[in-house]
């Protein structure tokens, strides 16, 4: 393994020397995401979405003397170490100058210890949430535009002291997301007067979750949040209460908020209420008028940030004039940040241009990009209630 890395780095090298002298006409960026595994109904539109960026650089003609950009993807499964792990460097063999990713938290610390440092190559996750995320030694090339889950855990709990809830029942994925926000949402809801009556960890996987709702229901608690993933555990922790009568409202945090879990868990999921990473107003306007001309929903939890993602490595390109992750990823926390021109989806080439001529951007985004400390995003969430059978945005914090 050892040797791979020291061969891909150098290959790497290579590449990048190659695109500062001469500027390749073709740049690929990796699009590294749990296309299949406990997220997958999710990584269909976030792959869109980084893609719609790229397709849109690359219409500009303004990108890097008229360098098309091509997608690769690869899959994460989400919770899978060795398969994201050899996926990134497959994609690093294949060229890539950037990559999009990882999305679970999990595995994206693991691309990001054992391939991205090794070989130097810049990387924005548009969903991987672990506070652990925010100290862990990244060389200055990982950046994510979602929220850490440590400002998560302090929107959940005003929602759920706004909503009167007094206790709560709380149960997480057995990994490093969902033990990182469950600790988030009880540190917060205790802060506020809240009581956690128990905290309890599950396995994704399992056929029968009966034992686990047994414990949830015997501690009690107004409502169950599941911190978990709605296509996995989450889903069956949902269903195993509601079939057992245990608990009939949920809260639901961001790996579970999506369109497969009303769809299969129907009516009876009327009234639960969580909130995602997303933002309202020009941006999010624009992604979504774009996106269903591209054929896809560009509102899609995580789609916003896959295109802000996609933008902000090509916006990092353009200010240095390179596609040497070494050369430009100084430059993300400038094109993401005031001063400059705002830039909104749609906007792309303009701000590219103006990059061209030496000037400076103040990349907005699909989701109201603001990178603060360590290169992640300052917040900005969504609030959710599921109604008739769907999930409805009901306000913003």
């Given at each position: 393994m050892k040797k791979l890395l020291m061969a891909t780095a150098a290959t790497a090298l290579m590449a990048g020397a190659a695109f500062a002298d001469g500027h390749s006409k073709e740049v690929k960026i990796g699009v590294l995401l749990g296309f299949t595994g406990p997220i997958e109904s999710l990584a269909g539109a976030m792959a869109a979405g980084a893609e719609l960026a790229m397709s849109e650089v690359t219409a500009s003609g303004a990108f890097m003397d008229g360098a098309t950009v091509t997608p690769l993807r690869a899959d994460t499964g989400c919770i899978d170490n060795g398969l994201s792990t050899a996926n990134a460097e497959r994609l690093i063999a294949d060229g890539i100058a950037g990559l999009v990713g990882g999305d679970c938290s999990g595995?994206?610390?693991?691309?990001?210890?054992?391939?991205?440092?090794?070989?130097?190559?810049?990387?924005?996750?548009?969903?991987?949430?672990?506070?652990?995320?925010?100290?862990?030694?990244?060389?200055?090339?990982?950046?994510?535009?979602?929220?850490?889950?440590?400002?998560?855990?302090?929107?959940?709990?005003?929602?759920?002291?706004?909503?009167?809830?007094?206790?709560?029942?709380?149960?997480?994925?057995?990994?490093?997301?969902?033990?990182?926000?469950?600790?988030?949402?009880?540190?917060?809801?205790?802060?506020?007067?809240?009581?956690?009556?128990?905290?309890?960890?599950?396995?994704?996987?399992?056929?029968?979750?009966s034992a686990e709702v047994g414990a949830l229901a015997s501690a009690g608690g107004d409502i169950l949040v599941v911190a978990g993933y709605l296509d996995q555990g989450g889903l069956g922790i949902i269903q195993a209460s509601l079939d057992s009568g245990a608990f009939d409202t949920f809260g639901l945090p961001g790996g579970m908020i999506g369109d497969?879990?009303?769809?299969?868990?129907?009516?009876?999921?009327?009234?639960?209420?969580?909130?995602?990473?997303?933002?309202?107003?020009?941006?999010?306007?624009?992604?979504?008028?774009?996106?269903?001309?591209?054929?896809f929903d560009g509102t899609s939890p995580y789609a916003p940030e896959s295109y802000d993602a996609a933008a902000l490595l090509m916006f990092a390109m353009q200010a240095a004039n390179s596609t040497a992750p070494a050369d430009y990823a100084g430059k993300v926390l400038d094109v993401a940040n005031a001063p400059g021109e705002k830039i909104y989806p749609g906007e792309l080439a303009k701000?590219?241009?103006?990059?061209?001529?030496?000037?400076?951007?103040?990349?907005?985004?699909?989701?109201?990009?603001?990178?603060?400390?360590?290169?992640?995003?300052?917040?900005?969430?969504?609030?959710?209630?599921?109604?008739?059978?769907?999930?409805?945005?009901?306000g913003f914090r």
């Amino acid at each position: 393994m050892k040797k791979l890395l020291m061969a891909t780095a150098a290959t790497a090298l290579m590449a990048g020397a190659a695109f500062a002298d001469g500027h390749s006409k073709e740049v690929k960026i990796g699009v590294l995401l749990g296309f299949t595994g406990p997220i997958e109904s999710l990584a269909g539109a976030m792959a869109a979405g980084a893609e719609l960026a790229m397709s849109e650089v690359t219409a500009s003609g303004a990108f890097m003397d008229g360098a098309t950009v091509t997608p690769l993807r690869a899959d994460t499964g989400c919770i899978d170490n060795g398969l994201s792990t050899a996926n990134a460097e497959r994609l690093i063999a294949d060229g890539i100058a950037g990559l999009v990713g990882g999305d679970c938290s999990g595995v994206t610390g693991a691309i990001l210890q054992n391939v991205a440092i090794p070989n130097g190559m810049v990387m924005i996750s548009p969903s991987a949430t672990s506070p652990g995320l925010s100290t862990m030694e990244d060389n200055g090339l990982f950046f994510r535009t979602s929220p850490s889950d440590a400002r998560e855990g302090q929107v959940m709990a005003e929602v759920l002291m706004d909503r009167g809830i007094k206790s709560i029942a709380l149960t997480y994925t057995n990994n490093d997301y969902g033990k990182g926000l469950a600790d988030a949402i009880v540190t917060s809801f205790e802060a506020a007067g809240g009581e956690v009556t128990i905290n309890a960890a599950h396995e994704d996987g399992k056929a029968d979750y009966s034992a686990e709702v047994g414990a949830l229901a015997s501690a009690g608690g107004d409502i169950l949040v599941v911190a978990g993933y709605l296509d996995q555990g989450g889903l069956g922790i949902i269903q195993a209460s509601l079939d057992s009568g245990a608990f009939d409202t949920f809260g639901l945090p961001g790996g579970m908020i999506g369109d497969s879990l009303p769809k299969n868990v129907g009516s009876d999921l009327n009234g639960s209420f969580g909130q995602i990473a997303g933002s309202g107003g020009k941006g999010t306007d624009a992604i979504a008028a774009l996106s269903k001309e591209a054929g896809f929903d560009g509102t899609s939890p995580y789609a916003p940030e896959s295109y802000d993602a996609a933008a902000l490595l090509m916006f990092a390109m353009q200010a240095a004039n390179s596609t040497a992750p070494a050369d430009y990823a100084g430059k993300v926390l400038d094109v993401a940040n005031a001063p400059g021109e705002k830039i909104y989806p749609g906007e792309l080439a303009k701000g590219l241009e103006i990059l061209a001529g030496g000037g400076e951007i103040d990349y907005v985004g699909a989701s109201a990009v603001e990178l603060i400390g360590p290169g992640e995003s300052a917040g900005n969430y969504r609030e959710i209630e599921v109604k008739d059978g769907k999930n409805e945005t009901v306000g913003f914090r």
